[in-house]
């Protein structure tokens, strides 16, 4: 529907309701800067232009001598695997400059279906922070597809698809596509009746499997483990977001295609952050900076966090630039260069200056909290049981590469066998891992294990696990781990550290299981405390919870672990983890 009011505004036949002032616009369509004028309807763009009329009524912002920039855009990301709320997660990014989220909502999704998702989408139109949502090709994404509480399929595409923040089809698993997943095939027929783009999800993919998203007519890709993965996904037609997140830091790898070879169709993503390093150090204000220090300028760099990314996701009429019809989302920065976001108009309202919410959000009223419907676990509960008769086993164990942020490699380890139940090893760093069921559908616990985590005691636990946020737990005590569990699933989800039969210290998520309506300071101050406790256990990896929840991934190499058991990824079938044994 035409806004008539925003019309009168752009001919001049009214004034401006507010107008920013004394700034030098960064025109990211044409990659000019020059002195200008935004005059803002409601939360809209009207006008911009030099000199522009007021009103008794017009409010004025000064940007004292400002660049004002489109506000930033994060072109791919899973807003629940920071632990945070939508309502605590963009009062955390948008005073970095953050307006624009693209996100599936996967998570809140296999948990609660549509209603959550809808429900999350109602909460973002409360702050500052817009949510364009892609509906998942399918949910969840494992393959072999573990329990969760709601899958997502063609039916509910057909019900999404009407949504008007639905921009596309989100996580488009490269497997999915080559290996003809029925569902996820017919997800992308009903998309292209819509008209709406494919986004994909392609990790460490060769040339041939590039070749055949593309013809799938997947449109970008956020998952280059090198520039040299990205470049062949631009040179065959897919759009490329560089990822940077807490973990996961590939922005100085894949940058060089924009720095070196001077590739355009580039954006930005976050994929996944933690509050503490946002705090630290920013959001996408941060991948800006570090463009920039990379060696791209600054427009450019700017262009790859705003209009880059609306166009890839056909938003950039909407977002993406500061020219009249869009949402009146504008930062004002003092040096480009630099890039530190002074101060955040959101939807034509100053809501932010310094990095802090000028008036914090208020999140909705949540239902009661209550424990996941599991049975109480004890430490028998928790064991690989040998073949009749072992007295020693092989085992595979999913090690965490150093190599390769996340990837899991076979590990082959000999264990022994005690009244029949393989026995791990603190010495040889192969310690049990376990995933519940939490949804109440099966009795689902399977038993592996994972080399890498270095625990030496105690066990740590989290229901925060993409895909489909069942508990996992890995421990070096079978006793510890059941404690782990069963705090997890009294609290109605969290994080939790155990060592000696004791709490040391749990972070409820009551949100789903898996988010907080927690202030940012506070989930950094509990997730520093979650990791160092880890630590002091042992752990070496760089960040010991968020490595933990990442380990049901089946779209990962090689190896991961799911309410099915240890699963192959690559034949994309669970597998025993005793690959041989011998009697005494």
Known sequence: MVD???LDVAYGRRPADTIITNGTLVNVLTGETYPAEIGISGARIAVVGPDLPRGPETKIIDARGGHLVPGLIDGHLHIECSKLSVTSFADLVVPYGTTSV????????????????????DEAAATGMRVWWGAPAKAPYTVPESTV?????????????????????WE??????????EAVMEALDLAERRRLPVFGCAP?????????????????????????????????GIYAIVRESSVAHFLEENIKIVSQVGARRVAFCTDDVHAADVLAGGHMDKLVRMAIKAGVDPVTAIQMATVNCA??????????????????DVLIVDDLADFRVREVVAGGTLVARDNAMITPSTPPSRGTVRPFPVAELTADDIVLRAPEGAATVTALAMRMSPEQVFVRKRHDVTLPVTDGIVEPSVEQDALYITVVERYGKTANRPVALVNGFGITRGAIATSAA????????????????AIAVNEVVRAGGG??????????QLLPLPVGGIVSDLPAREMAEAESRLDDLARELGCALPAPLMYLFFLSITAIPDYAITDLGLVDCVKLEVVDPILSWSRA
């Open 204 to 236: 460490l993919s060769d040339p041939r499997r590039i070749s055949g998203l593309a013809a799938a007519g997947i449109r970008l890709d956020h998952e280059s483990y090198s520039a040299e993965e990205a470049l062949e996904k631009l040179r065959r």
């Open 102 to 121: 693209v996100s599936g909502l996967d998570q809140i999704l296999v948990v609660d279906g549509l209603p959550g998702v809808r429900g999350f989408l």
């Open 4 to 6: 008539r009011t925003l």
């Open 172 to 181: 488009t698993v490269q497997e999915f596509v080559e290996h003809g997943d």
């Open 149 to 169: 509480g709601h899958a997502f399929g063609p039916a509910e595409h057909r019900q999404a698809h009407e949504w008007p923040e639905c921009v596309g089809i």
């Open 466 to 481: 993409p895909d489909d946020n069942n508990v996992i737990c890995v421990g070096a005590s079978r006793s510890d781990m």
């Open 495 to 504: 994080q939790v550290v155990v060592v000696d039969g004791e709490v040391l």
């Open 311 to 328: 166009e890839m996701y056909r938003i950039d009429h909407l977002v993406g630039s500061i020219a009249p019809g869009r949402f009146a």
